[in-house]
């Protein structure tokens, strides 16, 4: 099935320890986002990709790095987690090279940092 | 700045009508668009509008403003299945989305 996988699904961490969340597609969408959802809160995004190679800050960068060494994979790392990024962590992804394109989400992943 | 505003939470009935708002301010407009997240769930695209009026789509329409900076999503014929949370989401100046906080529609029968 085409789509956006998220991994994993659900994770408990202590805080200061180092998290990967991985995001893969296979639609060969050009684009790739990193967003929070907080309750209450809209959609924050952290960064995101425009094309494979590239990068770019979004709102609330700090905290978080991120890479795009090909089209599928946009992998999002917290290098020392804190409580503040307990959250749940959506990867989207778009065939136009800028957000202002209809986004496709994966299911999210739901990260609790004690 | 940039803003959008949205009601937090609405209750309609199903079979009924229910109009959700979204007012925003942006620094230019490149489009407005609505997004449907159930419970614990990803959100998925509804609509996009980018020029001024009303598209219909199935029970679903969206209208835009531009003079005035407001948006609404026309839900119709409303389903116990349409209780969800809605979206409205516009591009900055660096054609990245900024969200409202979402609308939580409850439906009761």
């Known amino acids: 099935i085409a789509g956006i996988t998220q991994a994993p699904t659900s994770q408990i961490l202590a805080a200061g320890r180092r998290m990967t969340l991985r995001c893969t597609q296979d639609?060969?969408?050009?684009?790739m986002y990193w967003y929070r959802q907080d309750l209450g809160l809209g959609l924050r995004l952290i960064h995101y990709?425009?094309?494979?190679?590239?990068?770019g800050k979004g709102e609330v960068p700090d905290g978080y790095s991120v890479s795009r060494a090909n089209t599928d994979d946009f992998p999002l790392t917290l290098a020392s987690a804190v409580p503040s990024q307990t959250s749940v962590y959506f990867c989207?992804?778009?065939?136009?090279?800028?957000?202002?394109?209809?986004?496709?989400f994966g299911a999210g992943s739901r990260l609790t940092v004690l | 700045g940039q803003n959008i505003d949205q009601p937090t939470e609405m209750t309609a009935t199903e079979g009924a009508i229910v109009q959700i708002n979204c007012t925003y301010q942006t620094s230019g407009f490149n489009g407005l668009f609505w997004y449907q997240q159930h419970a614990g769930e990803a959100p998925t695209f509804l609509s996009y509008n980018v020029l001024d009026g009303l598209e219909e789509k199935g029970r679903f329409s969206s209208f835009l403003s531009r003079s005035k900076g407001y948006s609404y999503l026309l839900l119709k014929e409303l389903q116990m299945k349409d209780s969800a949370s809605y979206l409205c989401a516009v591009p900055d100046s660096n054609y990245q989305l900024i969200w409202g906080a979402g609308t939580k529609l409850i439906i009761k029968p």
């Open positions: 990709s425009n094309t494979a190679g590239t990068t």
């Open positions: 989207a992804s778009s065939v136009g090279t800028t957000g202002a394109n209809v986004l496709t």
């Open positions: 639609m060969r969408h050009n684009a």
